[in-house]
């Protein structure tokens, strides 16, 4: 189910107040027109109506995909505590929606992630819909990103997953701040690679526990040493 409730906002720019329906959650299996509104920057992105100022306002809030089932919870605070008391209500109210809900596979095929920022959001949305596994996504990055700062030491390049290619190449893009934009392609046989050691029991550490979790760099470098 998707929620949403009207909030104010004030406006950085000018400082008038203005209404403002805020989404919490938006369910894109039920209604399929707000995953568009999602990638047209249409969700919770503000229009100042005084002086015409566009702003996104950041509160917590859930994307939940039924068919490629997975639910990505984006937290305003990347806090440790916050996290931890975050994770512990996501639960909670999985538990609520298997009780009420009958959803087949619902806690072992669904994926529960959590990410601090709306890029982090739409790479997961992006990974999950080519049906792709972002853990495997995760480990892909950590060759580009240890490529990268051997090459240039001074810069801690962001990497986010793209697209799959027609070439059979996966494409993500290196941000680096100030020295500019670079995109990065791998063999998409190099993530089949990994995902046959997968299968053949390598890596069991990624794969421990399926609960809400916050899959990035730090994720698997901690489970791949
Ligand atoms: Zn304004």
């Not at 409730?5 to 959650?25: A, H, N, P, T």
């Not at 984006?74 to 512990?88: G, I, P, T, V």
């Not at 962001?158 to 799959?164: K, L, Q, T």
């Amino acid at each position: 189910m998707s929620s949403k409730r009207l909030v104010e906002v004030v406006c950085s720019k000018c400082g008038e107040q203005s209404e403002f329906m805020y989404w919490d959650s938006i369910n894109v299996t039920v209604d399929p027109e707000l995953r568009i509104e999602f990638f047209n920057h249409k969700i919770n992105h503000f229009d100042c109506s005084h002086c015409g100022n566009k702003g996104l306002v950041f509160e917590d809030f859930i994307y939940h995909d039924m068919d490629s089932r997975f639910i990505i919870s984006l937290l305003s605070s990347d806090n440790k505590d916050y996290l931890e008391k975050s994770k512990q209500s996501l639960s909670e109210s999985i538990s609520i929606m298997q009780e009420t809900v009958n959803m087949d596979g619902f806690t072992t095929e669904y994926k529960f992630r959590i990410v601090f920022n709306l890029n982090q959001l739409t790479e997961k949305v992006n990974i999950f819909e080519s049906n792709l596994d972002d853990k495997i996504i995760e480990i892909l990055k950590l060759f580009i990103f240890r490529d990268f700062v051997d090459s240039k030491e001074e810069i801690i390049p962001e990497i986010f997953f793209v697209d799959i290619l027609e070439t059979n190449e996966i494409e993500f893009i290196v941000l680096t701040g100030g020295e500019g934009n670079y995109g990065v392609t791998l063999k998409l046989d190099t993530y089949k690679n990994i995902e046959n050691q997968i299968h053949n029991g390598a890596f069991t550490k990624l794969y421990a526990l399926n609960e809400w979790e916050v899959v990035d760099r730090d994720f698997v470098v901690d489970r791949l040493n």
